[in-house]
């Protein structure tokens, strides 16, 4: 039974020592392979895949974060407008109430000026009144004198301003 | 005529020198020159020899991962599955070069070639599918542990769980799945003869077909045929390859509420499937 089996087998072409080193030259190769393709190459890949991955991730995450720092800003800016406006509500007030103060003031000054005024005429009319009494006093002397020629001035003067004050109280 | 043994060119002491291991051997420095070439230009800017390598990578995972079902495993038999595709594709494809079968000594009537398809010698074929088996039980050994493993094909433990029952119905079921298991044993053995049987049939026959059409009309006549065998080639090749993948995933699966045939009848069906799509 075996030399037939053996028969075949070498009718076949097997032989244990060809079939040792083929094995061994496959084995090589796998190892070969194994060792300076595989492993790296497939080590590579992964880490490329990963950054691929992690970049992906990275710029989605940026896109949130952009889309969060829009809505941020709209929301600052909004803030922002809503306090600039209150500011200016608040200035325009301010500014509302010092200019009524303002014009209060002047309106006073100005009122007080008038008063001045119209006591400085009054006072000036006042002179001028009595300057004028005693303008007229001493033209009615003057002309008394012409008239009654030789007459005592005193006398005269007390004549006019008892004259005057009759005007006067006319 | 190319005689089924592949022709001693010289010994090398015991070693016969066959112009099959020539051939077998050029290939195997190739693919280390290739993989020390491309070891040295690896880089995460791939150049144009890394590039055109990992597309072919993932190309041959898109199938992978149809017959696994799962990256991390393809990655896993990647380094035999795919150096088993590679070598035997390039082992076909190198032995339709100009020269092989063609170049060689003439012994008195006797022409003996210094080249010849590696394949078409049954040592290879016979290695690879012993690395194909074994590699694949290993595997299940280590991944499963020995005595899963193993009672897959002897079932003992399922026996006993019967018999313990002392229900006859499920004693006689344990008996069915014990015979099963020891043919399931013999098929781990048919597998290893089928592997290697079929490639170096093949790529046996056609050496053979295109000695003979060589041989009838020296010109133009052996082209079809030589495109024909490239594309065998690249059949063959995958047939191997997918076929090492399925006894690797199928050996390295725990044995569910299926039976192991079943699982294994699922896996080969896929592989047989993405063949013919080939």
């Known amino acids: 039974m075996e030399p037939q089996s053996t028969n075949i087998l070498t009718s076949l072409g097997i032989n244990g020592w060809q079939f040792a080193a083929q094995f061994v030259n496959f084995s090589i190769v796998v190892f070969v392979m194994w060792k300076w393709v595989y492993v790296p190459l497939l080590k590579i890949m992964e880490s490329r895949s990963k950054q691929i991955s992690d970049g992906l991730t990275n710029a989605k995450q940026a896109k949130e974060r952009l889309s969060d720092a829009e809505i941020e800003k709209e929301r600052i800016l909004n803030d922002a407008r809503a306090e600039a406006h209150i500011l200016l509500e608040d200035i325009r007030s301010k500014a509302e109430s010092i200019r009524k103060e303002k014009l209060g003031q002047a309106k006073t000054e100005i009122e007080k000026h008038i008063a001045d005024a119209k006591m400085q005429i009054k006072n000036e009319r006042d002179a001028s009144a009595s300057a004028l009494q005693r303008d007229v006093a001493d033209l009615v002397v003057l002309a008394t004198e012409k008239v009654a020629g030789h007459m005592d001035p005193a006398h005269i003067r007390s004549l006019a301003t008892h004259a005057i004050d009759e005007i006067s109280s006319a | ?278």
């Open chain 2, 1 to 278: 005529m190319i005689p089924i043994a592949a022709e001693i060119l010289t010994h090398i002491g015991p070693l016969p020198i066959t112009n099959t291991y020539v051939n077998s051997t050029i290939m195997t420095v190739i693919f280390i020159v290739f993989a020390f070439v491309l070891n040295r230009r690896l880089a995460e800017q791939p150049g144009k020899l890394q590039n055109a390598f990992e597309s072919l990578l993932n190309l041959i995972f898109v199938y992978f991962d149809q017959v696994t079902g799962n990256r991390e495993r393809s990655k896993r038999f990647l380094p035999i599955v795919g150096t088993m595709f590679l070598f035997i594709l390039c082992s076909n494809w190198f032995g339709l070069l100009p020269g092989t079968g063609t170049i060689g000594i003439r012994h008195g009537t006797e022409f003996i070639p210094f080249l010849r398809s590696a394949n078409s010698d049954l040592n290879l074929t016979l290695a690879m599918a012993l690395i194909s088996v074994v590699g694949s039980n290993l595997l299940g050994m280590f991944t499963l542990g020995f005595f899963t493993h193993w009672n897959k094909f002897i079932q003992f433990g399922s026996l006993w769980r019967a018999i313990r029952t002392f229900n006859l119905m499920k004693i006689f079921v344990g008996f069915i799945e014990f015979g099963v298991g020891f043919i399931e044993l013999i098929s781990e053995f048919a597998k290893i003869i089928s592997l290697s049987l079929r490639l170096f049939g093949n790529i046996f026959a056609g050496e053979v077909l295109i000695t003979v059409i060589a041989s009838l009309i020296g010109f133009i006549a052996p082209i079809p045929f030589m495109f024909l065998e490239l594309i065998f080639g690249i059949i063959q090749a995958t047939v191997f390859a997918m076929l090492t993948l399925v006894y690797l995933t199928v050996m390295s699966a725990k044995p569910h509420g299926a039976t192991h045939e079943d699982e294994f009848g699922a896996a080969e069906a896929d592989a047989l499937k993405h063949h013919a799509m080939a």
